[in-house]
């Protein structure tokens, strides 16, 4: 029986089921970073909305656009609207300016990029 399980987890190792590789646990990431004082929740945002899920959001866009120089300040203005479309425009995404699932999965990613993979777009 043990060898079975352990023949399974080999299996879903090899065929990428439901896992991933963690980066090196030396390098900080933007989603650990930023999650850090702020709040791991990534509901949906949009212009308008506040709070530290928007901090959050505002830090990724900081650390996975190059250039970019949002005030972290919890509130999804019009910067912080432009940023996210600029960011979804890198990424192939539809430019809404709405950061749901899809656009939250992106910015996780991205924030595994070493800094200098910054997105110039």
């Known amino acids: 029986m043990r060898k079975q399980f352990a023949a399974l987890g080999a299996a879903a190792l090899l065929a990428g089921v439901g896992l991933t590789a963690a980066p090196a646990a030396s390098a900080a ?8 004082g702020y709040t791991t929740s990534e ?4 212009y308008g909305d506040t709070g530290p899920a928007v901090m959050a959001l505002q830090c ?3 650390e996975d656009i190059a250039n970019t120089h949002l005030t972290v300040d ?4 019009g910067l912080t609207y432009n940023a996210v479309v600029k960011f979804q425009g890198c990424t192939g995404l539809k430019q809404d300016g709405i950061v749901g699932p899809k ?3 992106r910015l996780d990613g991205a924030s595994y990029l070493p800094a200098e993979s910054q997105l110039n777009c």
């Open 29 to 36: 990431t933007a989603s650990q970073y930023c999650g850090k």
């Open 43 to 46: 509901p949906q945002l949009s």
């Open 60 to 62: 990724q866009l900081n």
């Open 74 to 77: 919890g509130v999804f203005g």
């Open 103 to 105: 656009t939250w999965g």
